[in-house]
């Protein structure tokens, strides 16, 4: 079984800062692709950010510049340092893991249960 567990989430005022963590855990070969997906009340769920196993980022272009994401190969872990937070960045925040469990094992998708994020003042 793998889980993917996330914190960090909360309330801040517009202009403020959060750093949302996930760490993955239990039966786990290689990690590839990490990332963060999020979803706002009636929207879709949209891309935020990912970073491959060799630690080259991709952003939304909503994100650049506010955000960074980084991660921990050797704690299975992705991060989201999210700063000059805006009212439009309220919603709750998935990150994902592309990963094996064993040697011959083709990559599968595993999911975090979200976090939420609200900015307003």
């Known amino acids: 079984q793998v889980q993917l567990v996330e914190s960090g989430g909360g309330l801040v005022q517009p202009g403020g800062s959060l750093r949302l963590s996930c760490t993955a855990s239990g039966r786990i070969f290689s990690i590839n692709d990490m990332g963060w997906y999020r979803q706002a009340s009636g929207k879709e769920r949209e891309l935020v950010a990912t970073?491959?196993?060799?630690?080259?980022?991709n952003y939304a272009d909503s994100v650049k510049g506010r955000f960074t994401i980084s991660r921990d190969n050797a704690k299975s872990a992705v991060y989201l340092q999210m700063n000059s937070l805006k009212p439009e960045d309220t919603a709750v925040y998935y990150c994902?893991?592309?990963?094996?469990?064993?040697?011959?094992?083709?990559?599968?998708?595993?999911w975090g249960q979200g976090t939420q994020v609200t900015v307003s003042s």
């Open positions: 970073i491959a196993s060799d630690g080259i980022p």
């Open positions: 994902y893991a592309a990963l094996r469990r064993r040697i011959l094992d083709v990559f599968n998708t595993y």
